[in-house]
């Protein structure tokens, strides 16, 4: 399983844009890329996922470089809540024992 | 809203005690699982099934904790004889079966404590 690696906390504005990077040197060639967002007292929420170059939904963006050994997921224009904590993870393929690391805390400050 | 459930959202047990916590997922996914969160941390794979088959499960569960998945639906999680270390959030989550790892939907989880 490949490991990851992300900043344990970050703080920003509201309307800032965020970015997050995650390291994942060892990840292989049918992996890809997943990051969660949770709140306190909830489960964690699938934000976006992707395999390579750039994938972009309704709440975010995940820039993968060429050689994939680590992505950043862009959050634009942040607000209060989006204050929560942000997982990246590589899920080996098939999809099970998908492994949580400590994740990114970021605070969304006025 | 047919998301992810969990039953009971606390409990609160004394030492020693057993507690068992339930799970419906999604109805149509064929996987499930059991992840343990403490407070700071992320959530800690626990263990895994596909159908009614129990995959995986992870070296951290001591023999005190055993889940089933009876008919491949819903899940039972029970932990016997409590100990104070267990006090945690258990959540459960479920997934379609796909080539690549599709979407974990997770459960609000059961929040246990331990006196």
């Known amino acids: 399983l490949a490991k990851t690696t992300q900043p344990i906390s970050m703080d920003s504005y509201e309307g800032q844009e965020v970015n997050i990077t995650c390291s994942h040197n060892?990840?292989?060639?049918?992996?890809?890329i997943t990051w969660y967002q949770q709140f306190p007292s909830q489960g964690p929420r699938f934000i976006i996922q992707?395999?390579?170059t750039k994938v972009t939904n309704e709440v975010a963006s995940l820039f993968i470089p060429a050689d994939r050994k680590s992505s950043t997921l862009s959050l634009p224009r942040v607000s209060l809540s989006d204050t929560a904590v942000y997982y990246c993870?590589?899920?080996?393929?098939?999809?099970?024992?998908?492994?949580f690391g400590a994740g990114t805390r970021l605070f969304v400050k006025a | 809203d047919t998301g992810v459930s969990q039953d009971p959202r606390h409990k609160i047990t004394k030492r020693g005690q057993n507690v068992t916590f339930r799970c419906d997922p999604i109805?149509?996914?064929?996987?499930l699982y059991w992840y343990r969160q403490t407070l700071g941390q992320g959530p800690e794979f626990l263990t895994y099934?596909?159908?009614?088959?129990?995959?995986?499960k992870s070296r951290l569960l001591s023999d005190r904790f055993s889940a089933e998945r009876p008919k491949g639906s819903f899940s039972t999680l029970e932990i016997q004889r409590t100990e104070q270390g267990d006090s945690a959030m258990y959540l459960c989550?479920?997934?379609?079966?796909?080539?690549?790892?599709?979407?974990?939907?997770f459960g609000e989880g059961s929040r246990l404590t331990v006196l």
């Open positions: 989550a479920s997934s379609l079966n796909r080539v690549y790892p599709g979407e974990l939907f």
């Open positions: 060892n990840i292989a060639t049918n992996d890809y």
């Open positions: 992707g395999y390579k």
């Open positions: 993870l590589v899920p080996n393929t098939g999809g099970f024992k998908t492994i």
């Open positions: 109805s149509e996914h064929n996987r």
């Open positions: 099934f596909q159908n009614e088959a129990q995959l995986e």
